[in-house]
């Protein structure tokens, strides 16, 4: 079936460094890739997103790309800051189907 | 204030005992899904709504009930509770289809001895 891996799993980083997390997927009809950032405690809240005609996009200091031919996406965080701490979800969307299907999720911790 | 709104946020149970965990929207929007969240697995699909009286399973349904009778409503039945339930649950919706965003309730962290 469908799934979509996520790494990595854990991620520790110095306060004003970047943060990369990767997804990789296997449903080659998707073509919606949602970001989630949950912090502790709290719902689940869409961050950023982008679509397969779209390879990259960037809001302030997060940005997302995707490889559609490699079944990659991948989330950018520059400059981070502690309150980028969080666990952040990557998923895949694709038409025809209510599915969205979430990776396992990767904990970000910002030491300051 | 748009939201999603779950009850009870909290629930410890004995095993067998019928519950519902209640979802509501007031934004009108047309999908509503559950999802439970354990550990390393992430977020994973139990059932999802596409409108009124219209669901499906998703990725995880075995051991749970779910009804839309009223578009603003989704509650989620377990009608007869087990250890391997206990998790965290969220009630979403989402306006559109697919490429739209998922609005999530607050959660429920279930407990089942």
């Known amino acids: 079936g469908e799934n979509v891996e996520q790494h990595p799993s854990t991620l520790s980083v110095q306060e004003g460094d970047s943060a990369v997390i990767k997804c990789t997927y296997s449903?080659?009809?998707?073509?919606?890739f949602p970001w989630y950032k949950q912090e502790l405690g709290k719902r689940p809240q869409l961050i950023i997103d982008?679509?397969?005609?779209?390879g990259e996009k960037k809001d302030q200091r997060i940005a997302v790309t995707l490889n559609k031919t490699a079944k990659h996406f991948s989330l950018h965080i520059t400059e981070t800051q502690p309150e980028d701490s969080a666990v952040y979800f990557c998923?895949?969307?694709?038409?025809?189907?209510?599915?969205?299907?979430f990776g396992a999720g990767t904990r970000l911790f910002v030491k300051a | 204030e748009a939201q999603v709104t779950q009850n009870p946020r909290y629930l410890i149970t004995v095993t067998g005992k019928k519950l519902t965990v209640t979802c509501s929207q007031n934004?009108?929007?047309?999908?509503m899904s559950w999802y439970r969240q354990d550990p390393g697995l992430g977020l994973r699909q139990i059932y999802y709504?596409?409108?009124?009286?219209?669901?499906d399973k998703g990725d995880v349904p075995e051991g749970y009930k779910v009804s839309r009778k009223e578009k603003r409503n989704f509650p989620l039945i377990l009608e007869s509770p087990s250890p391997n339930q206990t998790s965290l649950y969220f009630c979403?919706?989402?306006?559109?289809?697919?490429?739209?965003?998922?609005?999530f309730g607050q959660g429920t962290r279930l407990t089942v001895v």
């Open positions: 979403a919706s989402r306006s559109g289809d697919f490429d739209t965003e998922a609005f």
């Open positions: 449903d080659s009809a998707s073509n919606y």
């Open positions: 982008i679509r397969s005609n779209v």
């Open positions: 998923a895949t969307g694709g038409t025809g189907g209510f599915k969205t299907i």
């Open positions: 934004m009108n929007h047309e999908y």
């Open positions: 709504s596409m409108n009124v009286e219209v669901t």
